[in-house]
T-cell receptor
Framework: EAGVAQSPRYKIIEKRQSVAFWCNPISGHATLYWYQQILGQGPKLLIQFQNNGVVDDSQLPKDRFSAERLKGVDSTLKIQPAKLEDSAVYLC?????????????FGSGTRLTVV | AQSVTQLDSQVPVFEEAPVELRCNYSSSVSVYLFWYVQYPNQGLQLLLKYLSGSTLVESINGFEAEFNKSQTSFHLRKPSVHISDTAEYFCAVSDSGNKLTFGGGTRVLVKP
């Protein structure tokens, strides 16, 4: 089966600019996650979707970050305006039913550099 | 809220020597436990997981981890490492809310 697809692979922007990342999960996976991985740290959950509804966005900086999952399939994560501290790898993951029993599959990530 | 602590940020080890990566978690509910590996410039790959049953779980490439409920630990071990094991290793836990929480990672550097 195809894996979790993410694009772009790399992005460099200036601070205060906006940027968007795209994720296509594994077909049929109901749960989708966005994680932020800052260099030298473990991934931190930003938002979790179940189908097209938000389950958990408690750690999403809502003043600048937004995410949507239209039709319960693809998802986009947007940052507007970007700050220097947003430099990180943004990982998308999906799960068939949202439980660890089935497993989570991660994409290769988008590396964002804010200058 | 659940949390995961990886006690060592870096572990240098010589080739063919054993290695242990320590992981402790805190959660008030039953959890699933995972170890993920991230090779340089690659995404996260599942190494092994504990769901229930035997407390000792093994991966196909020689790693094993033991779930210790009383000590809330899930340490990862390998009796003999290879150069190709150089990577960053992340311990993670998910609870009934299906939220996967990661530790800070342990960077393993295997020296010849």
């Amino acid at each position: 089966e195809a894996g979790v697809a993410q694009s772009p692979r790399y992005k460099i922007i200036e601070k205060r600019q906006s940027v968007a990342f795209w994720c296509n999960p594994i077909s049929g996976h109901a749960t989708l996650y966005w994680y932020q991985q800052i260099l030298g740290q473990g991934p931190k959950l930003l938002i979790q979707f179940q189908n097209n509804g938000v389950v958990d966005d408690s750690q999403l900086p809502k003043d600048r970050f937004s995410a949507e999952r239209l039709k319960g399939v693809d998802s986009t994560l947007k940052i507007q305006p970007a700050k220097l501290e947003d430099s990180a790898v943004y990982l998308c993951a999906s799960s068939l039913d949202g439980t660890g029993a089935v497993g989570y599959t991660f994409g290769s990530g988008t590396r964002l550099t804010v200058v | 809220a659940q949390s995961v602590t990886q006690l060592d940020s870096q572990v240098p080890v010589f080739e063919e020597a054993p290695v242990e990566l320590r992981c402790n978690y805190s959660s008030s509910v039953s959890v699933y436990l995972f170890w993920y590996v991230q090779y340089p410039n690659q995404g996260l790959q599942l190494l092994l997981k504990y769901l229930s049953g035997s407390t000792l779980v093994e991966s196909i490439n020689g790693f094993e981890a033991e779930f210790n409920k009383s000590q809330t630990s899930f340490h990862l071990r390998k009796p003999s490492v290879h150069i190709s094991d150089t990577a960053e290793y992340f311990c993670a836990v998910s609870d009934s809310g299906n939220k996967l929480t990661f530790g800070g990672g342990t960077r393993v550097l295997v020296k010849p």
